[in-house]
């Protein structure tokens, strides 16, 4: 593959100006300077967050706000806005924003990045900072009867929480219509778990069978993990939870992202050796996850369950087996380790290399009786052609990654664009579909699981023949982590839903200050609406299923 970087394809932009031009650029409005470890951080009044983010996404480039962290310090509250560039993932800049412990307020991001809107509700939420201007604030993965802020210091961990019957009332009482003189009607569906997704409750209104406006309810498997992660050491604790943010099989590609993070933090080395086992072992998951998607869509719009479901769960088993065989389980797998993995490959090698190959060998077979099953079905065509369509300016507006971008024509992978692991040492494309419909988003997945099996079958030639003296599965990491106080950084993996972010701030202790997840399915789900409206119920439902997403990874 190309090893060139945005910033020298022909197509791109200029590059994007360095720190102090952006200093520059951004004059008065920086009070103070920051050095995170993946960007520069500027300091900004909390009147400015419109202005500042403005100009950092029309003159400077930043047109990926891929996430917002909030946090309470002793002394003081903070918003970080994480802005990248779709063109260039590795320019980075972070925007800090401060608040004043007493009365926690800033201006909200939204009018500049819609995606703002749902990664501000949960700043809200779980911190307790307001943000004027937001078109919506209020809770969104906890009832709206919670008391407190679970992330907030003085947060009373021993307080009982009731949620009131009222909680759930019918909000469309006895006749089903909205309050107002209308033809419209509201349509709860949900909360249930649909297929193999998770809880979810889509509120639509309807006009007839058209969708006038949908709005996604999350929150119904809420296990603040982002507070376990922070009551974990570093180097033994926290791995195992990656794995249940998403439990359609990418859990090695969840791990990956948590170390990263780690090794970035802490500036751990990782061998060669086991980079090459992590990109194979990653891009199994990736696969598996894929075939539960494109399966549990078949399910979803065409009710096929006993042909393309089972087919699917078929290929799942054998990508199963194999990383049983490696991991020592099916699901929750925890074999990565800071600096590396837990183990070399099973022994004897060759029966290892053997099954997979096996399994390589079958797919482009398999594959195309999926295209038969799906693609080439005249039901999905009908369902999916023209329906829930995402372009590409809209897609990034509300921070889309993944399948879900690329389907919209946007060529946006972090495999490639800010590489990790050895993905730039190896032979494969990024795959794009250009019409941004849920037909689209279903071939890039389709797509997607042939360049995994290139990239596989290159790291099976590459341990096959790799010097038995040289194979370190793991570097020498301390037996405890203590990063320096204040240090902080935000990275990410290209996981199967998209961008799978953490950010990290260390207080010199074993355990980290502040842990926040950003989940791509998050980001994702929050442009159904654009997807959604104007079209009929059955094309939500085909938009939604086109999304891939898991509620455990949204709602975390």
């Known amino acids: 593959m190309s090893t ?9 932009d200029d590059p994007i100006a360095p720190p102090d031009e952006l200093a520059e650029l951004l004059g008065d409005r920086v009070i103070g300077r920051e050095e995170h470890l993946n960007a520069p951080g500027y300091v900004i009044r909390p009147d400015a ?7 950092l996404k029309n003159e400077a480039g930043y047109d990926h706000l891929s996430c917002v962290t909030a946090q309470e310090y002793e002394n003081r509250y903070e918003s970080i806005y994480h802005l990248k560039a779709y063109d260039d993932p590795t320019r980075e800049v972070s925007v800090v924003v401060p608040a004043d412990t007493d009365a926690p307020r800033s201006e909200s991001a939204e009018p500049v990045f819609r995606t703002a809107d749902w990664h501000e509700r949960e700043a809200y939420d779980l911190i307790g900072i307001e943000y004027d201007d937001h078109p919506d604030l209020r809770r969104i993965l906890l009832p709206e009867t919670w008391t407190g802020h679970p992330l907030s210091l003085d947060y009373d961990r021993t307080r009982p929480q009731i949620v009131r019957y009222d909680e759930n009332a019918n909000p469309l009482e006895s006749d089903t219509r909205a309050e107002r003189d209308t033809d419209t009607m509201m349509l709860n569906i949900g909360p249930h778990h649909p297929a193999t997704h998770g809880v979810m409750h889509l509120e639509a209104t309807l006009d007839g069978e058209q969708v006038v406006d949908v709005e996604p309810d999350i929150g119904y498997i809420h296990r603040c993990e982002e ?21 359609g099989g990418a859990g090695l590609l969840n791990e990956w992202a948590y170390a990263r993070v780690a090794e970035t933090l802490a500036d751990i080395g990782v061998p060669e050796y086991a980079q090459v086992v992590r990109t194979m072992s990653a891009e199994l998951s990736r696969i598996l996850s894929h075939l539960l998607a494109v399966g549990a869509y078949a399910l979803d719009v065409a009710g096929d369950f006993t042909a393309t479901f089972m087919y699917a769960i078929t290929e799942r088993e ?5 990383l049983e065989d490696l991991t020592g389980q099916r699901l929750m797998f925890n074999y990565f380790r800071l600096g590396g993995v837990a183990w070399d490959l099973p022994e004897p090698r060759e029966e290892f290399f053997e099954k997979t190959r096996d399994f390589l060998e079958e797919l482009p077979r398999r594959l195309a009786e999926f295209h038969d099953l799906l693609t080439g079905n005249e039901i999905i065509q ?6 829930g369509v995402l372009p590409p300016e809209v897609a990034k507006d509300y921070g889309c990654t993944g399948p879900v971008l690329r389907g919209s024509g946007v060529d946006y992978d972090l495999r490639r664009d800010d590489p990790y692991g050895y993905y730039d040492e190896l032979d494969w494309n990024v795959v794009t579909q250009e019409s941004g419909d849920n037909f689209a988003r279903l071939q890039v997945r389709l797509r997607e699981m042939e360049e995994s099996a290139k990239i596989i079958e290159q790291c099976l030639d590459l341990l096959e023949g790799w010097p038995e003296a040289d194979r370190s599965v793991q570097a020498n990491v301390p037996r405890t982590i203590k990063p320096d106080d204040d240090t902080e950084v935000y990275t990410a993996v290209e996981a199967a839903k998209g961008e799978l972010g953490i950010y990290v701030r260390a207080d010199g202790t074993d355990e980290p200050a502040r842990f926040k997840i950003r989940g791509p399915s998050f980001s994702n789900l929050q442009a159904l609406p654009e997807m959604a409206e104007g079209e009929h119920v059955p094309d939500l439902i085909a938009s939604l299923g086109s999304l891939d997403t898991i509620m455990g990874e949204v709602d975390r």
């Open 4 to 12: 060139q970087t945005p910033a020298e394809r022909p197509d791109s």
């Open 49 to 55: 967050v419109q202005d500042v983010l403005s100009t």
């Open 382 to 387: 009908i369902r999916t052609v023209d329906t």
């Open 318 to 322: 054998t990508v199963q087996n194999i």
């Open 227 to 247: 507070q376990m992660c922070q009551n974990g050491t570093y180097r033994h604790q926290i791995m195992p939870y990656p794995d249940r943010w998403d439990w």
